[in-house]
């Protein structure tokens, strides 16, 4: 579509766009999209072969500019530059250090090879779907098709880094909020029944440490929540339990230089590792910094064990690490949570009942606090949750409950059948034939 003419001495009014052809054969728009930092006009220049091609991309840069959604100034980051910088010097500050391990394990290994040419701005959701795909196909470093957990991954990280690019004016959209994610197979969780339950917490009270299990079970503590207990969080007169820190397991680094490695692939048997290991670190949400009653028995039980653990503590002597833990070793250090994850499946197989993972007794705590009648925003305070939302993923309709709810569904439809039944003594007869 041509351009209008201006009438004869008019002037182009301060900070419209202006479109020409020039001398080199091609047409030229140039739009104000706003002001630099150093207070100058920001002004975004277009070159195409067409007159209507250029009028096109000039419409587009006053949408954009209109919106609000302008990408700054200068030529546009590549993928590769943008995702290694976020994750060094914006994310690395910033998050937890085993959330950093993860961020960069996506970035390194599959985003960065796969989409890390393309420049930021052009990046767009068939792209990230593409790749995608190919890392469906893609095998691990053990020789196996990568995990749709693993893909999810990376695509929950460049939708993160995407998302601070486009807080920071890099780009005017996140391409990762529109790419379909591959889907995680939903793994089938089956609660403990109350039998089950009952089982386990017999078999606690024959082990060291057995009441942590018991802890896990009843109230639904994680797993780091339970090894990161200090004595100082329990209060016996109140009975209460405070939850305010998260033993977490962290990699060793290698301490050896390039010049004189020590020959281990591995930083964990590096003789001089440091900076590993099971470390304390505060719950990551606020809704996880909580307070939880106590029910008598595991006062007692907790009673006790502190009396047994002293007992340790004497003959440990010098040996003794003095850390305050609620569950510790022998000498008084921190559990690593893998050992932990060991005592777990001895115990089941102690107690008699199937194997199950760890995190397998949170589920069955929030389902018991389901079969307890116990409201939604008193289950989200016990066990520590941001939003109501993950009842539905914690907590499961058990044989028990669904037994109770057709029980409660006969009394209130039959109750007066069964009260003339009592009466006459008739058989009961069905509502409908």
């Given at each position: 579509m041509a351009r209008s003419k201006r009438p004869e001495g008019s002037r182009r009014p301060n900070g419209a766009s202006s479109i020409y052809l020039g001398k080199d054969g091609y047409w030229h728009g140039w739009v104000t999209m706003g002001v630099r930092d150093d207070g100058k006009p920001d002004r975004r220049h277009v070159k195409r072969k067409d007159e209507g091609d250029v009028i096109d991309a000039v419409r587009e840069l006053e949408k954009q500019r209109d919106s609000g959604k302008v990408r700054k100034p200068g030529?546009?980051?590549?993928?590769?530059?943008?995702?290694?910088?976020?994750?060094?010097?914006?994310?690395?500050?910033?998050?937890?250090?085993?959330?950093?391990?993860?961020?960069?394990?996506?970035?390194?290994?599959?985003?960065?090879?796969?989409?890390?040419?393309?420049?930021?701005d052009k990046l767009q959701p068939e792209h990230l779907e593409a790749l995608y795909r190919k890392l469906a196909t893609k095998k691990g470093k053990h020789g196996k098709v990568l995990k749709p957990a693993t893909i999810h991954q990376a695509h929950r990280t460049v939708r993160t880094a995407l998302g601070e690019a486009l807080r920071r004016g890099h780009i005017t959209s996140n391409p990762a909020e529109i790419a379909r994610a591959p889907r995680i197979?939903?793994?089938?969780?089956?609660?403990?029944?109350?039998?089950?339950?009952?089982?386990?917490?017999?078999?606690c009270q024959a082990r060291r440490n057995g009441v942590r299990f018991v802890i896990a079970l009843t109230l639904g503590l994680r797993k780091g929540e339970a090894l990161g207990l200090q004595w100082r969080d329990v209060d016996f007169e109140a009975r209460t339990l405070a939850i305010r820190r998260s033993l977490q397991p962290v990699?060793?680094?290698?301490?050896?230089?390039?010049?004189?490695?020590?020959?281990?692939?591995?930083?964990?048997?590096?003789?001089?590792?440091?900076?590993?290991?099971?470390?304390?670190?505060?719950?990551?949400?606020?809704?996880?910094?909580?307070?939880?009653?106590?029910?008598?028995?595991?006062?007692?039980?907790?009673?006790?064990?502190?009396?047994?653990?002293?007992?340790?503590?004497?003959?440990?002597?010098?040996?003794?690490?003095?850390?305050?833990?609620?569950?510790?070793?022998?000498?008084?250090?921190?559990?690593?949570?893998?050992?932990?994850?060991?005592?777990?499946?001895?115990?089941?197989?102690?107690?008699?009942?199937?194997?199950?993972?760890?995190?397998?007794?949170?589920?069955?705590?929030?389902?018991?606090?389901?079969?307890?009648?116990?409201?939604?925003?008193a289950v989200m305070e016990v066990m520590g949750w941001s939003h109501v939302g993950m009842t539905s993923r914690y907590q499961h309709m058990t044989t028990e409950l669904m037994t109770s709810i057709a029980d409660q569904i006969g009394g209130l439809f039959w109750a007066d059948q069964d009260d003339n039944d009592e009466n006459d003594g008739s058989a009961s007869q069905p509502v409908a034939r």
């Open positions: 030529r546009a980051w590549t993928v590769e530059k943008w995702l290694t910088h976020w994750v060094e010097n914006i994310a690395a500050p910033s998050v937890r250090r085993n959330t950093l391990v993860g961020y960069r394990a996506a970035v390194y290994g599959h985003l960065i090879p796969g989409i890390g040419s393309h420049r930021i197979p939903e793994e089938e969780i089956i609660p403990f029944t109350k039998e089950e339950a009952a089982q386990v917490l017999r078999a990699k060793w680094r290698h301490g050896c230089t390039p010049e004189e490695p020590c020959g281990h692939r591995h930083a964990g048997h590096c003789p001089q590792r440091h900076g590993g290991g099971a470390i304390p670190q505060e719950v990551k949400s606020r809704a996880g910094r909580r307070t939880v009653a106590m029910p008598a028995p595991i006062v007692a039980a907790l009673k006790e064990h502190r009396q047994e653990q002293l007992r340790e503590r004497e003959l440990a002597g010098n040996l003794w690490h003095d850390e305050g833990w609620v569950f510790a070793s022998p000498v008084g250090k921190a559990i690593h949570p893998r050992t932990d994850h060991s005592e777990w499946k001895s115990l089941l197989k102690a107690a008699g009942v199937r194997d199950a993972r760890l995190h397998d007794a949170r589920h069955t705590a929030a389902t018991m606090l389901l079969v307890l009648g116990v409201p939604g925003r």
